[in-house]
């Protein structure tokens, strides 16, 4: 590890452990940057709130023993940095065609347009993510949940940020475009929408925003994982660094869901009630039942393996030949990291029937990584089923079938059940209402959301968290609104 790279200098407009003070074309670019990136916080970003103080957390060192601070900040006076992993002595790439030559600290120019594509479209997914949880802060369930949305959404700041920073200093007259046209670009718009499908849902209420920062952000964390495997060395240590802030919006998503899952269940028992999908008696307490719970997960878990591209992909397969993105984990991986003789199992739509069919495992990247991104989300799924089985209830939520609400891939031109029966159109039109969540169950949840901003309190709805943030009481001020 080159100890040079862990320290942060804070003398410069733009924190940065990168050397931005000796490389004055880059940070003019990004100075010239930085005033578009603030008018685009104050228009999309967190409505109302800019002016209150809010205990965040800044990344103050990239050393994995210690790297952030907490304190209050108004979030227009967040310190959004440029920093990358410390860089590892002699790293080589750890696959495709380059397996085993030094990584490239410039871009090779034989795949300069991919990986332009690739650092475009992940930071593409950063603002975006901000933009459509704007709206969230005015109906927060408690201080320390508002606290932790505001978190995410200016460390989802930082990683466009990152984005940009190797576009700028990589990519030169066409980087500066591509980072121009992140701040364009706006999720929902039909003029100039964001580029992948969920980043242009609505997220219209805090249960989303939980299965959201669980499932699709889950997404993100598969995707910076295949990144940081990148030959290209400054992407990885970009994405490394990424990936440390990254575990904290996943916790946001697993717990809030959890705690949802918790207060109904305890909800329920206080009042004597045995099934769970009597769901007009679960409502008129005041908690979301357990059924509707099922349908925001069917929902953020399929627009999020959307995310994954097709099942047969050659620009994967391509991607992974030049060495720019590789596998979850690897280099932990035990086969030559080339996969020319390789095949790996792909579900696919044979004779009106859902198969597994042996591909090249070249071709089938996108597949594999999706398949590591299902086992992950299983995990916390399970810890879900916990917290109802405790309180005595016998209900499971489970994952839907890959097939099952699909608008890319394989399965995009069919209908299926979650249980993966294919069904024909006129069904799903009848059917579909009792997978995913209808505008009533919209409403219900939407009925819900009312703020609540008292120190230590918590909307009826979610539990308490077990801990607080930084191990704080729980009557700790997470945000001071009036300042
Ligand atoms: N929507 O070969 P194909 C995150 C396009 S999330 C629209 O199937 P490929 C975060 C594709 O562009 C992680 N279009 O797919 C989370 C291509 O078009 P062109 C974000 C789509 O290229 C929460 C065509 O279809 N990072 O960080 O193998 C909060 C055929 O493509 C979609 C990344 O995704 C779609 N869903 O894989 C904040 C990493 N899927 O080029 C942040 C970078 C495919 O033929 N991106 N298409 O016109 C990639 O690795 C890949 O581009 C993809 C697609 C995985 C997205």
């Known amino acids: 590890m080159n100890i040079e790279n862990i320290k942060v200098d ?58 952030a601070k907490f304190d209050y900040v108004k979030m227009p006076d967040y310190r959004w940095g440029v920093l990358l992993a410390p860089q590892e002595e002699n790293r080589v ?34 603002p975006a993510s901000v933009e459509q949880q704007r709206h969230l802060g005015k109906t927060a369930p408690s201080l320390y949940d508002m606290r932790n949305l505001f978190q995410v959404n200016v460390e989802e700041g930082r990683h466009l940020w990152a984005m940009v920073y190797l ?74 660094f990424m990936l440390t802030e990254e575990a904290h919006h996943m916790f946001v998503g697993e717990t809030g869901v959890g705690r949802v899952i918790q207060r109904t269940c305890d909800a329920m028992r206080e009042a004597g009630i045995e099934d769970p999908n009597d769901i007009a008696k679960v409502r008129a307490l005041g908690v979301i039942d357990l059924p509707t719970i099922q349908k925001k997960l069917n929902l953020h878990y399929t627009l ?10 050659t620009n994967a397969a391509n991607a992974f030949n030049a060495g720019i993105k590789g596998r979850y984990h690897e280099t932990q991986i035990q086969d030559d990291h080339k996969l020319e003789n390789d095949t790996y199992p792909v579900l696919k739509l044979v004779n009106g ?10 071709t089938a990247l996108n597949m594999r990584l999706r398949d590591d991104y299902t086992q992950d989300c299983v995990k916390g ?18 994952l839907p079938n890959v097939a099952f609400h699909r608008q890319i891939g394989e399965f995009k031109s069919i209908h299926a059940t979650p249980d993966g029966v294919l069904i024909d159109d006129a069904t799903w039109g009848k059917r579909k209402g009792d997978w995913l969540p209808s505008t009533e169950d919209g409403d219900f949840i939407a009925s819900l959301m009312t703020p609540v901003s008292e120190i230590g309190k918590f909307a009826s709805w979610i539990a308490p968290p077990k801990v607080g943030i930084d191990n704080k009481p729980g009557d700790f001020e997470y945000v001071k609104i009036e300042s």
């Open 93 to 126: 790439v750890p696959f495709g065609h380059h397996f085993g030559e030094p990584a490239w600290q410039d871009v090779p120019g034989e795949h300069r347009a991919m990986l332009r594509r690739l650092i475009v479209i992940q930071g593409d997914t950063e």
């Open 353 to 362: 029937e859902i198969k597994r069919v042996d591909e090249p495992a070249l």
């Open 167 to 240: 576009l700028q200093k990589y990519f030169g007259r066409d980087g500066r475009e591509e980072a121009d046209g992140l701040l364009r670009r706006r999720s929902g718009s039909d003029d100039a929408p964001r580029m992948l499908g969920a980043f242009n849902e609505a997220t219209p209420d805090w249960l989303s925003f939980f299965m959201f920062t669980y499932f699709t952000d889950r997404d993100g964390k598969m995707q910076l994982h295949s990144l940081a495997q990148s030959g290209f060395d400054p992407l990885s240590r970009t994405c490394r």
């Open 381 to 398: 799924m399970l810890r879900w089923n916990k917290i109802i089985g405790l309180a005595g209830y016998d209900y499971k939520l489970t």
């Open 10 to 67: 804070y003398s410069t407009k733009i924190p940065n452990n990168v050397g931005l003070t000796e490389d004055r074309r880059v940070l003019k670019a990004l100075e010239s940057w930085h005033p578009g990136y603030i008018n685009w916080w104050n228009d999309m970003g967190p409505e109302g709130f800019q002016e209150s103080l809010v205990y965040l957390r800044t990344a103050y060192s990239v050393d994995p023993r210690g790297w």
């Open 304 to 313: 999020s393996l959307d995310l994954f591209g097709s099942e047969v992909s």
